[in-house]
Nanobody, 123 residues
Framework: QVQLVESGGDLVQPGGSLRLSCAAS????????IGWFRQAPGQEREGISC????????YYADSVKGRFTISRDKSKNTVSLQMNSLKPEDTAVYSC??????????????WGWGKGTLVTVSS
């Protein structure tokens, strides 16, 4: 069964850091591109980052560029999202999914969504 499972969400103070993980089971991430999205309450899902596990090419939305870093670990079959300098507006449920083509920031171009992990940035 193809499945992505996110983990690492937590409550963190503004300015803090978290590392999210997207683990694949039932398949290998090799030669795929994986994207991270987030959805805050009452807001649309936002595409924030994507990585090609084939060549390591990365993409970042302006809202997270310079603060978040996406990476892949082929040996662990995971994609991680290191989040630094977190802000209250980063509070959301973060999900990962498999990219199928088109804009890397558009959720319609992804499939195999995980259930998400909650990140809360608050003092």
């Amino acid at each position: 069964q193809v499945q992505l499972v996110e983990s690492g969400g937590d409550l963190v103070q503004p300015g803090g850091s978290l590392r999210l993980s997207c683990a694949a089971s039932g398949f290998t991430l090799n030669y795929l591109a994986i994207g991270w999205f987030r959805q805050a309450p009452g807001q649309e899902r936002e595409g924030i980052s994507c990585i090609s596990t084939y060549d390591g090419r990365t993409y970042y939305a302006d809202s997270v560029k310079g603060r978040f870093t996406i990476s892949r670990d082929k040996s662990k079959n995971t994609v991680s999202l290191q989040m630094n300098s977190l802000k209250p507006e980063d509070t959301a449920v973060y999900s990962c999914a498999i990219y199928s083509g088109g804009s890397v920031y558009d959720a319609i171009n992804y499939w195999g969504w995980g259930k998400g992990t909650l990140v809360t940035v608050s003092s």
